[in-house]
């Protein structure tokens, strides 16, 4: 069974910085593109960035210039660096891994992030 770890959720000041990480098996590292979704009650999962295994990424307007992912091949893992954060970046955020060609994704079990005074 695919097991995606996450980490790095908690409560972060608006303003402050934040690091998710997401450590995956090995196989699904190397072949899956790995990538940042996040959600609230209501609203749909939406796509924060996502990265190819080759290292390319993608980046949203609503968080462009702000949220970064980056990946550690010899760890399997990849992060997402979150800076200048807001309240409305509050949310669950999942880390998932897309098989580039068929319709076959994981997930994690998510990691809230709270972004309050």
């Known amino acids: 069974q695919v097991q995606l770890v996450e980490s790095g959720g908690g409560l972060v000041q608006p303003g402050g910085s934040l690091r998710l990480s997401c450590a995956a098996p090995?196989?699904?590292?190397?072949?899956?593109?790995m990538g940042w979704y996040r959600q609230t009650p209501g609203n749909q999962r939406e796509l924060v960035a996502g990265a190819t295994g080759a290292g390319n990424t993608k980046a949203p307007d609503s968080v462009k210039g702000r949220f970064t992912i980056s990946r550690d091949n010899a760890k399997n893992t990849v992060y997402l660096q979150m800076n200048s954060l807001k309240p409305e970046d509050t949310a669950v955020y999942y880390c998932n891994a897309k098989h580039p060609v068929y319709d076959i994704n994981y997930w994690g079990k998510g990691t809230l992030v709270t972004v309050s005074s």
């Open positions: 090995a196989s699904i590292f190397s072949r899956y593109t």
